[in-house]
């Protein structure tokens, strides 16, 4: 009996070492988990992504994104199959919607946790991860449906794992970072490159580290980008010959030098946001900015990168995180206010769920439930005035509904809005397009058509003679019976 209780506790000890190094990244995902099931649908955004995922899953085409029905290659498909698995288990739900963010803190989390221990143990992790887990800009981001996260995460690991393939030499962690890389780029785009290369690329060069340049551009670990970014994107381009032109020329070379694209902003416009969306931590910002590091380097990256195109969102700074939170930690490493601020930053964490449930702008899931209840087989249904991205999925419908607009004027008009993403997809599929996209004349035509037509829309944007049935908190469904004039 004696011999054999070591073979039968080295096992038990070993699964409880394991579960004690897992820990702190299952209580990151428990503590990310709950508050995103809450909130309503955000619109646009949630919506958009979101029903796009759910229109991939309704249609049974994994590989082409569709808004509306039509080919939608804003951006780049990881998000959307994220999502579609989550909707198969959980179905049609906001914490569905929300289930690529989510993996992508996670990422980061993950991210952060290799860095900080490897570079000072597992106390030192923990602090950092507790750090990164309290910042408002993370967390609320992370239940946030739409690309930034997921990309960042995928960043965030990639640059970790370069800088611990390189030192050793290890196959293994250049080929997890370039498959990192490639995932990012299936997340979001070429960022998923430029910013690791940004990040990693000068040090070695100033450095002269030739070895290790040479080491970093291993033909294996090239092979294992190619084998997962470039299959989507060859399928796209052999369906769609238009696609390349698109995704790359016109969504990443034209959006970030061109000023023709929405959401304007000021060159130092992530110099407030970064700071701000961080407090109360980041009330030792000034003090970590002091230490001169490679956590530095790649905060600059990220912010300078992002800061140079006129077109700014809170979300394209995430991939800044990860430093920030190892440079915020040791900033209030030994402070005594330290566990009192990260405690402030958690609670203001948690309070901006329910504030956002309160003051935020419903969704369209009382006016789908409605649309949902009365559709009968060989109905119709139209949109107007706004894009109602989310009602497809919220009314659970089977084809896409039609959108109403002065689309030839729209064509002249040009712009960076909703009606120009739905022109843009219909190039992809201009014989779709048409039965999507209504003109006035061309609802003149189908409302003498068989089967009852559904309209929803803001009160304002109401046809003359449509009849209001229900009445929701941000729009009506109304129904339009056939003019007297049909024949």
Not at 47 to 61: F, I, K, N, P, S
Not at 226 to 233: H, I, Y
Request: net charge positive; glycine share 8%.
């Amino acid at each position: 009996m004696a011999l054999t209780t070591p073979i039968l506790t080295a096992p038990r000890s070993l699964t409880s070492a394991r579960l004690r190094a897992a820990l702190p990244l299952m209580l990151l995902a428990l503590w990310l988990l709950a508050g995103a099931p809450w909130r309503p649908v955000a619109l646009p955004d949630e919506g958009r992504y979101g029903g796009v995922a759910y229109e991939m899953l309704a249609g049974g085409d994994a590989l082409t994104p569709t808004l509306y029905g039509l080919p939608y290659f804003h951006k780049p498909p990881l998000m959307y199959w994220v999502d579609m698995a989550a909707l198969q288990l959980l179905g049609p739900v906001p914490l569905a919607l929300r289930a690529a963010p989510l993996l992508g803190a996670w990422l980061m989390g993950l991210a952060l946790w290799i860095e900080a221990r490897a570079r000072g143990g597992t106390g030192d992790a923990r602090q950092a991860l507790v750090t990164l887990a309290v910042l408002p800009l993370f967390y609320l981001a992370a239940q946030y449906a739409n690309h930034d996260m997921l990309v960042a995460g995928w960043i965030s690991l990639a640059i970790v794992a370069v800088r611990r393939a390189l030192p050793s030499r290890s196959l293994a962690w250049l080929c997890g970072a370039w498959a990192a890389m490639a995932l990012a780029l299936l997340s979001k785009g070429l960022i998923g490159i430029v910013l690791p290369g940004l990040v990693v690329l000068p040090g070695l060069l100033l450095q002269r580290r030739w070895g290790d340049l040479r080491f970093a551009l291993h033909p294996l670990a090239l092979g294992v980008f190619a084998a997962v970014a470039l299959p989507w994107m060859l399928a796209m381009q052999q369906r769609f010959p238009g696609f390349f032109d698109y995704f790359i020329v016109e969504q990443h070379f034209r959006r970030y030098t061109e000023a023709r694209f929405n959401n304007a902003q000021p060159w130092w416009f992530f110099l407030a946001v970064l700071p701000l969306a961080t407090l109360p931590l980041s009330l030792r910002l000034p003090a970590a900015l002091r230490r001169m590091s490679v956590d530095l380097w790649w905060v600059f990256v990220v912010v300078a990168f992002f800061s140079a195109p006129r077109s700014k969102l809170v979300g394209y700074v995430l991939p800044a995180l990860v430093p920030l939170a190892l440079l915020l930690a040791q900033a209030w490493r030994g402070r005594r206010a330290a566990r009192g601020m990260a405690v402030v930053s958690a609670l203001l964490c948690v309070a901006a769920v329910p504030a956002f449930m309160h003051w935020g702008k419903p969704d369209d899931a009382d006016v789908g439930a409605a649309l949902r209840a009365r559709l009968a087989p060989g109905d119709r249904v139209l949109v107007t005035g706004d894009p109602f991205f989310d009602l497809r999925l919220q009314a659970r419908l089977t084809t896409a509904p039609a959108v109403l607009a002065d689309w030839d004027a729209l064509r002249s008009q040009g712009g960076d809005n909703w009606q120009r993403e739905l022109l843009d997809a219909a190039r992809f599929d201009p014989g779709h397009g048409e039965q999507v996209l209504w003109t006035p004349a061309r609802l003149a035509r189908e409302r003498c058509a068989a089967g009852r037509l559904w309209l929803v829309a803001m009160p304002a944007h109401a046809l003359p003679d449509a009849q209001p049935v229900f009445t929701g908190r941000r729009a009506t469904l109304y129904a339009l019976p056939p003019p007297g004039n049909c024949p």
